[in-house]
C-alpha cells in the first residue's frame, strides 16, 4: 500500500447500547466502501467469534480499514466496532484511545439507554468528536424527532447534528461516511517522527504466535526492522504487518496515523502486553500513556475437569486472557476440585462468555464455582452494621416517557440475575448499567451448603443475614434439581456456623441403564454403557455425592433465563 498522508486518515468507532444496530451499520459501512461483498451471507461479519454468532451479540471490538473517495480524493477509514453490553465497556475504552471520533448509535424506538449514556461519557471524557447517528428510523413506532430532543437534553448535542438513518435498509448511510470526513479530526502523527505504536489488542494464533493490533502513533514500521517492547524492553524482528480489511491484508509498511497489525516472532502471551508502546530498537521513544487496569467485580473459581488437563487448561487461559486482558487470574486450589484458578470478571456475561470462549475456541473443558464479589472483612467479635438496602441518588426524566436513575447498591445484589430480572419485569424496556462506588459496611454472614454433612467450600456464599434463610432455602431447593437421585440417599443443608437453616432430601435411586435391554445385544449395551460413563465425567465428586458441573453456577441464579 502506497504511503497515506496522515491529513486523509480518520480513526473512529461505533459505539452504542445493546442491540442499537452496530454491527449492522459497520456491515453497510464495509459493502458501501467495498471491504465485503453486498450478500445475504455477509452479516455482522465482525462478529467473527462462534460465541458471538451464537449468542447474537459483540463481545470483542474489531476493526477494520476502509477506503472511501471524498470530492476527489481518496480516505482510509479505520472503523473500530464494539460490545454493548456493560460486561465489556473495557473493550469500548480500549478502543476509544485509539480514534479521534466515534458514532454514537441510539436506537429510534427505544431512545436513549444506560449503555449509550454510559458510551457517551467514555468518548466524552476522551476529548473525542462525537457524530450522533439515530438507526432504525423504517421501524413503524420510530420517533426520531424524540431521540433528538433527549439527545440535546442529555448530552447537549445540537439536534441538527443527528443523522437519521436505517443501517438495515442502507438509508443515509453515504452521509454517515461523509460525517466521518467532514467532522473527525485526523490523527495527529507525523511520519518524520520516531516510529511508535499503541498495542490496543491482541491475540493469540496457534501458529504465528501473537498478533498484536496497534495504532500508529509517529512514523513508519516495515518487514524486517527491529522492533522493541516498552513493557519488557525486548527485541523482535517484524514477520508481517498489515490493515485489516477486516481480515488480515499484510502490507510492506505501516505509517503515521494507521491502525494495523504486527506479528514480531512473539511466542509468549506475557510479550504482548495491551496498552504497551512499541518502537524502533535504535530509536527509543517515551512510552505512551497505556491504559488503566479494567477492576474485576465478580470473581469465580475454575478448574479442569481431570487433574491431567491442568496444563493444557492452563495454557489455554493464558492465551485467552491476552485476548481478554480485563480477565484477572490467581491460582487457587480446592479440595474437591483439585489445582485451579480464580478468575476475575467484569459480570456474569463476561464470565459465561470466557468459558464458553474456553471450551468452543481451545476445546478445554472446565468447572465453573459459583461466582462471588470482592468484600472486605473486618475479623472482629460484635461490629453490628445497619444493613444497606439501595440507596435512591438522583432522578432525571429524560422525556415525559423515560427516566433515569441513580442508585447505590450492594454489587452484590446486581452481578447474579439483577439485569435478567430487570428487563423481565419492565417488559425489556428498562436498561442498566454500574460503576464501582466502594466498599460499604454491612451485616454479613458466610453461608455453607453441605451435602451429607460435607461442606463443599465451592458453593459457600456471603449473604445479608435478613437473607440469610430464604438464600439458603433457594440453593438448597436448586442443588436438589441439579443434583440427579444416586444409589445413596443424599441431605442438601444450608448451615451458618454448626447451625443447620435449610434442608432437602434426593431420595436413593438406582439407574440401571440396562434395564430397558433385553437379550443379549453386547453393542447396544456397550453404547449405553459409554454413554453412562461419558455423562459421569461431567460430575465432580463431592464426598460419595457425584454432582454435576453446571450445578456450580446454576444454585446461585435465582430464575433460569
Ligand atoms: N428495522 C431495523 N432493524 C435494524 C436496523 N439496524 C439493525 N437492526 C436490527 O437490530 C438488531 C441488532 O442489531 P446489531 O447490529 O446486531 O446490534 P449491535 O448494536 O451490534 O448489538 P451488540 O453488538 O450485541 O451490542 C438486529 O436484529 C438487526 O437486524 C435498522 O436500521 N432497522
Not at 522493541?228 to 480489511?245: C, D, F, I, P
Not at 473459581?301 to 487448561?313: I, N, R
Not at 432525571?396 to 452484590?412: E, G, S, T
Request: charged share 25%; hydrophobic share 40%; glycine share 6%.
Amino acid at each position: 500500500m502506497s504511503k497515506f498522508p496522515a491529513e486523509r486518515i480518520r480513526n473512529f468507532c461505533i459505539i452504542a447500547h445493546i442491540d442499537h444496530g452496530k454491527s449492522t451499520l459497520a456491515d453497510r459501512l464495509l459493502e458501501m466502501t467495498g471491504a465485503i461483498a453486498k450478500t445475504e451471507k455477509n452479516k455482522q461479519v465482525l462478529d467473527k467469534l462462534q460465541v458471538e454468532r451464537e449468542r447474537g451479540i459483540t463481545v470483542k471490538a474489531q476493526t477494520a480499514s476502509l477506503f472511501y473517495s471524498h470530492e476527489g480524493e481518496q480516505y482510509l477509514l479505520n472503523l473500530i466496532d464494539t460490545p454493548g453490553h456493560v460486561d465489556f465497556s473495557y473493550e469500548v475504552s480500549r478502543s476509544i484511545s485509539a480514534c479521534q471520533g466515534v458514532l454514537l448509535i441510539v436506537d429510534a424506538n427505544q431512545g436513549i439507554q444506560a449503555q449509550t449514556v454510559a458510551n457517551f461519557y467514555l468518548a466524552f471524557e476522551a476529548q473525542l468528536t462525537i457524530i450522533p447517528v439515530i438507526n432504525k428510523i423504517d421501524l413503524k413506532n420510530a420517533d426520531p424527532e424524540r431521540v433528538e430532543s433527549q439527545i440535546e437534553k442529555v448530552f447537549d448535542i445540537p439536534r441538527e447534528e443527528c443523522i437519521r438513518i436505517s443501517a438495515k435498509q442502507g438509508t443515509n448511510v453515504e452521509m454517515v461516511l461523509q460525517a466521518v470526513v467532514n467532522r473527525i479530526p485526523p490523527p495527529v502523527a507525523s511520519i518524520d517522527d520516531p516510529f511508535k505504536a499503541l498495542v490496543f489488542d491482541s491475540n493469540f494464533d496457534h501458529y504465528r504466535g501473537v498478533v498484536a493490533n496497534i495504532a500508529v502513533f509517529g512514523g513508519q514500521v516495515r518487514k524486517g526492522d527491529k522492533i522493541m517492547s516498552a513493557h519488557l524492553a525486548k527485541t523482535y524482528e517484524v514477520n508481517e504487518l498489515g490493515l485489516l480489511r477486516p481480515d488480515e491484508h499484510p502490507t510492506q509498511k505501516l505509517f503515521a496515523g494507521q491502525v494495523g497489525y504486527i506479528i514480531a516472532g512473539m511466542k509468549d502471551v506475557k510479550e504482548a502486553q495491551i496498552g504497551d508502546t512499541l518502537y524502533l530498537q535504535e530509536q527509543p521513544v517515551k512510552a505512551l500513556p497505556g491504559f488503566k487496569p479494567a477492576k474485576a467485580m465478580v470473581f469465580a473459581g475454575m478448574y479442569p475437569m481431570d487433574q491431567s488437563e491442568y496444563p493444557g487448561l492452563r495454557s489455554a487461559i493464558e492465551r485467552l486472557t491476552l485476548n481478554d486482558s480485563s480477565v484477572t487470574v490467581q491460582r487457587d486450589s480446592s479440595l474437591a476440585l483439585g489445582a485451579g484458578w480464580r478468575l476475575g470478571f467484569l459480570g456474569l456475561l463476561h464470565m459465561e462468555v470466557f468459558n464458553q470462549r474456553l471450551e468452543q475456541e481451545y476445546n478445554a473443558s472446565v468447572i465453573v464455582t459459583a461466582p462471588t464479589v470482592p468484600y472486605k472483612a473486618v475479623l472482629s467479635s460484635a461490629k453490628l452494621i445497619k444493613n444497606r438496602r439501595a440507596i435512591q441518588k438522583n432522578m432525571v426524566y429524560i422525556d415525559d416517557q423515560r427516566v433515569m436513575m441513580k442508585y447505590l447498591f450492594p454489587l452484590n445484589e446486581v452481578v447474579v440475575d439483577f439485569y435478567d430480572l430487570l428487563k423481565s419485569l419492565s417488559s425489556g424496556y428498562a436498561s442498566f448499567d454500574y460503576e464501582n462506588a466502594g466498599y460499604q459496611a454491612a451485616d454479613l454472614i458466610k453461608m455453607d451448603i453441605l451435602l451429607n454433612g460435607r461442606p463443599v467450600e465451592e458453593l459457600t456464599t456471603i449473604v445479608h443475614r435478613e437473607r440469610a434463610y430464604p438464600s439458603g432455602k433457594a440453593m438448597c431447593e436448586r442443588l436438589k434439581d441439579s443434583i440427579p437421585r444416586q444409589m445413596f440417599e443424599i441431605a442438601v443443608q444450608a448451615a451458618i456456623g454448626s447451625k443447620i437453616i435449610a434442608r432437602e432430601t434426593i431420595k436413593a435411586f438406582r439407574k440401571n441403564v440396562l434395564a430397558k435391554c433385553y437379550g443379549g445385544d453386547i453393542t447396544r449395551k456397550m453404547k449405553l454403557l459409554k454413554r453412562q460413563a461419558e455423562g459421569k465425567k461431567k460430575m465432580r465428586r463431592i464426598g460419595n455425592v457425584e454432582v454435576p458441573k453446571d450445578a456450580f453456577i446454576n444454585v446461585l441464579k435465582r430464575k433460569e433465563k
